[in-house]
T-cell receptor, first 114, second 115 residues
Framework: SQTIHQWPATLVQPVGSPLSLECTVE??????LYWYRQAAGRGLQLLFY??????ISSEVPQNLSASRPQDRQFILSSKKLLLSDSGFYLC?????????????FGEGSRLTVL | AQSVAQPEDQVNVAEGNPLTVKCTYS??????LFWYVQYPNRGLQFLLK??????LVKGSYGFEAEFNKSQTSFHLKKPSALVSDSALYFC?????????????FGTGTRLLVSP
């Protein structure tokens, strides 16, 4: 069966420091991968998605970037964090079922920028 | 733009009573609609989806949802609520114009089931 892992689960970083959040999917190949951010415990905003290695699409301009160095690895990064980057970051994968298939989410990474 | 709206920030229901969490959608063409649940500090868990066919969709944990095209709604329901159903519920729609699987989520509805 497929599983999705995110780490770290919790992160506290000072303003201006770099960021790297990792997401790995197991048990599937060539998944579509997504990064969402959930602010204030409510709505989810799609940040990036990727349909293959090295292919990244950004949904909103921001202080973050994403990379996909391997088929089942998706990384969210920042060179200098802002206070507004605080939030709960969720990685998701999709692929099985094509356009009618659901997304499967990881357990999330909570980032607090101080 | 394709979107969903969840008009209630919070729904309160007593254990054993039926529950409904509302969702309306705005899409062009036939929608793909989804419901997810989120427990505190956890990721989202898939409950059910409507793609085509029967308007009543059954999902996990006894939940079901009714697709109503004339009212552009996809309300989540359960005949008898449990305290453990207390969580944040998200309705989502898949835009059909991108060719990808990304989902657009509503703002969420907090369900509180009292003993």
């Amino acid at each position: 069966s497929q599983t999705i892992h995110q780490w770290p689960a919790t992160l506290v970083q000072p303003v201006g420091s770099p960021l790297s959040l990792e997401c790995t999917v197991e048990g599937t190949s060539n998944p579509n991968l997504y990064w969402y951010r959930q602010a204030a415990g409510r709505g989810l905003q799609l940040l990036f998605y990727s349909v293959g290695i090295g292919q990244i699409s950004s949904e909103v301009p921001q202080n973050l970037s994403a990379s996909r160095p391997q088929d089942r690895q998706f990384i969210l990064s920042s060179k200098k964090l802002l206070l507004s980057d605080s939030g709960f970051y969720l990685c998701a994968w999709g692929g099985a079922g094509g356009p009618t298939g659901e997304l499967f989410f990881g357990e999330g990474s909570r980032l607090t920028v101080l | 733009a394709q979107s969903v709206a969840q008009p209630e920030d919070q729904v309160n229901v007593a254990e054993g009573n039926p529950l409904t969490v509302k969702c309306t959608y705005s899409v062009s063409g036939n929608p793909y609609l989804f419901w997810y649940v989120q427990y505190p500090n956890r990721g989202l868990q898939f409950l059910l989806k409507y793609i085509t066919g029967d308007n009543l969709v059954k999902g996990s944990y006894g939940f079901e949802a009714e697709f109503n095209k004339s009212q552009t709604s996809f309300h989540l329901k359960k005949p008898s609520a449990l305290v453990s159903d207390s969580a944040l519920y998200f309705c989502a729609v898949r835009p059909l114009d991108t060719g990808f699987q990304k989902l657009v989520f509503g703002t969420g509805t907090r369900l509180l089931v009292s003993p």
